[in-house]
C-alpha cells in the first residue's frame, strides 16, 4: 500500500529551529513534496525534493533520503507566521499525490 | 492572473439538495483537481482532469461528478447531498503531472450539510 506519516503536533517558540519529518511507503517514488496550510487558508507549495539532499529555500530547507523513504522539512529563525499545517506528499498510483494528514505547527513568542 | 478561483465560498445545503461547485483557473494548467478536507483527514482526492473534456476518479469519489468542458473550468457536482458530504472542497491545478509539478490551489469552499 501507499501511507505517509508525520507528527501530528509540534510546538516551538520564536527564533528557534523546528524540524518536521516524513516516513512514507509507495510501489514507486518520483519526488516528495511539502505544502504549508494556514488556518482558514488553501494549502501552499513549498517544496519539491526529487533527489536525496537538502534543499534550501531562505528559512525553510527540505531533505530527503529515499533508501530509507524519509524525509524532512527545517524551518529555521521561527516566526510567529510559520504557525500553520505542513503536510508532506508523494506520487500514487497515475501520477496523482498521496498526502499525509499534516502536522500542526504552534510557534509561541 | 487571479490564479484559482472558486464559486461559491460557503454553502449551507439540506439533505437531498443538488449544488454544483465551479473552479477556474487562468494559468493555462492542464491537471485539475477536486480534494475534499475534513478534520484530521488530511487532503482527499475526488476527481482529477489531466485534460478538456477527461475525468477520473479519485479516492472519494462517490456521490459526486465532475465535467471539465473548457480547459480553464473545472465543476464538481452533488447531486443528492448527505451530512457525510460536510467538508471543505479545494480545487487545484498544475502545468504537469501534479505529483511532481506545483500544485496550485483555490481558496476553498466551506459545505455544510444539515
Known amino acids: 500500500g501507499q501511507s505517509l506519516e508525520q507528527p501530528s503536533e509540534v510546538t516551538a517558540v520564536e527564533g528557534a529551529i523546528v524540524q518536521i519529518n516524513c516516513t512514507y511507503q509507495t510501489s514507486g517514488f518520483y519526488g516528495l513534496s511539502w505544502y504549508q496550510q494556514h488556518d482558514g487558508g488553501a494549502p501552499t507549495f513549498l517544496s519539491y525534493n526529487a533527489l536525496d539532499g537538502l534543499e534550501e529555500t531562505g528559512r525553510f530547507s527540505s531533505f530527503l533520503s529515499r533508501s530509507d523513504s524519509y524525509g524532512y522539512l527545517l524551518l529555521q529563525e521561527l516566526q510567529m507566521k510559520d504557525s500553520a499545517s505542513y503536510f508532506c506528499a508523494v506520487p500514487g498510483n497515475n501520477r496523482k499525490l498521496i498526502w499525509g494528514l499534516g502536522t500542526s505547527l504552534a510557534v509561541n513568542p | 492572473n487571479a490564479g484559482v478561483t472558486q464559486t461559491p465560498k460557503f454553502r449551507v445545503l439540506k439533505t437531498g439538495q443538488s449544488m454544483t461547485l465551479l473552479c477556474a483557473q487562468d494559468m493555462n494548467h492542464e491537471y485539475m483537481y477536486w480534494y475534499r478536507q475534513d478534520p484530521g483527514m488530511g487532503l482527499r482526492l475526488i476527481h482529477y482532469?489531466?485534460?478538456?473534456?477527461?475525468?477520473a476518479k479519485g479516492e472519494v469519489p462517490d456521490g459526486y461528478n465532475v465535467s471539465r468542458l473548457k480547459k480553464q473550468n473545472f465543476l464538481l457536482g452533488l447531486e443528492s447531498a448527505a451530512p457525510s458530504q460536510t467538508s471543505v472542497y479545494f480545487c487545484?491545478?498544475?502545468?504537469?503531472?501534479?505529483?511532481?509539478?506545483?500544485?496550485?490551489f483555490g481558496p476553498g469552499t466551506r459545505l455544510t450539510v444539515l
Open positions: 482532469s489531466v485534460g478538456e473534456g477527461t475525468t
Open positions: 487545484a491545478s498544475s502545468y504537469g503531472a501534479g505529483d511532481t509539478d506545483t500544485q496550485y
